[in-house]
């Protein structure tokens, strides 16, 4: 073996071996570790945040579809089959549980608190009141009986 090679693996391992080699590389693996840490978080509150924008646009378009109901109803022309609205009522009271439980889940990891849930009020028409018959005259009633 040469010399050279041999005083080259002595200078290698002098600075492998140094004890400032050894803590910058601890230092090193303490930052990469905390930032993969910190990146790790900052995408779950990401993902919490794009639940909680997901929650609000379907609720938005909830109450945007009942209005239109609403109006679409309060139409005086014959309607067609709710088949749609039937659906999407199934599709929405099968899940409505368990988006429910992910949403107060992602709030709490967000630290927001609950919205207020206001009730919708669907508007009725009211029934057109019975107009009363008037009586038959009386003399009428005599003259069929005789």
């Known amino acids: 073996m040469s010399y ?9 391992w002098k600075t492998v ?5 050894l803590g910058t590389y601890q230092k090193t693996v303490q930052t990469t570790w905390n930032i993969l840490r910190e990146t790790g978080r900052l995408l779950w509150l ?3 945040l794009g639940l909680v924008f ?7 378009s909830k109450t945007s ?5 609403t ?8 309607k067609s089959e709710n088949v749609v609205t039937q659906v999407s009522q199934f599709f929405a009271s099968a899940s409505r549980t368990t988006a429910t439980k992910v949403m107060t889940q992602a709030r709490e990891q967000l ?5 207020e849930v206001t009730p919708i009020v669907k508007a009725v ?9 008037a009586p038959e005259p009386a003399a009428a009633k005599t003259e069929e009986n005789a």
């Open 4 to 12: 050279q090679l041999v005083d080259q693996v002595k200078v290698w």
């Open 17 to 21: 071996s140094d004890q400032e080699s």
């Open 46 to 48: 990401v993902f919490c």
């Open 54 to 60: 997901v929650t609000w646009l379907w609720t938005t």
């Open 65 to 69: 579809g009942q209005q239109l109901r």
């Open 71 to 78: 109006w679409y109803e309060g139409i005086p022309e014959p």
């Open 111 to 115: 630290g927001l608190s609950a919205p």
């Open 125 to 133: 028409a009211a029934a057109p009141a019975p107009t009363p018959t």
